[in-house]
C-alpha cells in the first residue's frame, strides 16, 4: 500500500466512497441475488483476463467471438443452446428490417438482449467493434448474459427502476466482476503524424465506486479478506476496491453476512 493512501487512511478513517444511499442498495440486492440463485455462482474462482476459460489468441473474426460467448455462457450458467448470437454494425441498428432494431427490452454497453415473441429463443445481439476489444466484449457478454436470467427468467420487470444496476451487481456476483469493472471507463490516446489527441469512453451502469463496493462485498460474502484476485483489478477500481474491504474489515457496518454466515 502506497504511503499516500495510508496517511488518507489515518486523516479520514475507513471509507466506503459511497453514499449511504448505494451502500443499502448493493448489500441488499446482493442478498436478494443470493436469494434468486443461491450460493453457487458466489463460491467459484472469480473469472479474471488471464483465466483459461479465456481464449489466448484472438483475431477479431466472429469466430472468436461466438467461442468467446460460448465460454462465457458456461461460466455465467447459461445455456448457450438456448440463445441466437448475433453480430450488428452501428448503421444496422438503425435499419428497420434488421434483427437487431425495433424489439429490444434493454441494451446493455454495446450489446443488445432480444426477446422477441415470434421465435422461441432469446437472441444476444453484440456490435461487431466489440470484436477489436475482446477484453470490453468479454464484459458486454457478461451482461447480457445476466439480462438472459433476470429478465429472460422472469425474475425482474424490464420497467424496474434498477433493472440496468442490477445487471451489473449480477456479474459481480456470478464472478466477472473484474471483467465488468475494469470496462467501466476507458482512456486512451493516440497519434498520427503531427496530430495527437485522446479518446474516453465510459461502459455499464455502475460507477466506479460502487464497483468498488460491490466487488468488497462479493468478498466478504465469500469470507476472502486476502482477495488475491485484487492484483487485476485497474488501478481506480483497486483504489475504491482495496478501500471498501478496509472499511467492511474495519466497521463490520454490512448487512452482508461474512463468509456467507
Not at 8 to 25: C, F, I, M, N, T
Not at 52 to 61: A, N
Not at 102 to 117: D, E, H, I, V
Not at 234 to 249: G, P, Q, V, W
Amino acid at each position: 500500500m502506497s504511503m499516500f493512501r495510508q496517511l488518507a487512511r489515518k486523516l479520514h478513517g475507513p471509507r466506503s466512497h459511497v453514499s449511504a444511499e448505494q451502500k443499502a442498495w448493493v448489500e441488499r440486492r446482493m442478498i436478494w441475488l443470493k436469494e434468486q440463485f443461491g450460493s453457487e455462482p458466489i463460491r467459484r474462482i472469480p473469472l479474471d483476463p488471464t483465466s483459461e476459460l479465456l481464449p489466448r489468441k484472438w483475431d477479431r473474426s466472429y469466430t472468436a467471438g461466438a467461442d468467446l460467448f460460448n465460454r462465457l455462457c458456461g461460466f455465467m450458467l447459461v445455456d448457450a443452446a438456448a440463445l441466437n448470437l448475433h453480430f450488428y454494425s452501428k448503421s444496422e441498428s438503425h435499419q428497420i428490417d434488421s434483427p437487431s432494431a425495433g424489439q429490444t427490452q434493454s441494451s446493455g454497453p454495446a450489446g443488445l438482449f432480444l426477446q422477441q415473441k415470434d421465435r422461441q429463443k432469446l437472441t444476444i445481439a453484440l456490435e461487431e467493434e466489440g470484436l477489436r476489444q475482446p477484453a470490453q466484449l468479454a464484459a458486454t457478454i457478461c451482461h447480457e448474459l445476466a439480462h438472459v436470467h433476470l429478465l429472460g427468467g422472469k425474475r425482474l420487470k424490464p420497467d424496474e427502476e434498477d433493472s440496468e444496476p442490477l445487471t451489473d451487481l449480477l456479474t459481480v456476483y456470478f464472478g466477472a466482476g473484474i471483467l465488468t469493472a475494469n470496462s467501466v471507463f476507458q482512456f486512451s490516446q493516440w497519434q498520427s503524424g503531427t496530430r495527437q489527441g485522446w479518446n474516453a469512453s465510459r461502459q455499464g451502469y455502475l460507477s466506479e465506486p460502487v464497483y468498488g463496493y460491490a466487488l468488497a462485498c462479493f468478498s466478504w460474502y465469500r469470507g476472502d479478506l486476502e482477495a488475491r484476485w485484487r492484483k487485476h483489478l485497474r488501478e481506480n477500481i483497486e483504489y475504491y476496491f482495496s478501500d471498501a474491504m478496509h472499511f467492511l474489515a474495519t466497521t463490520s457496518d454490512t448487512t452482508i453476512p461474512f463468509n456467507g454466515a
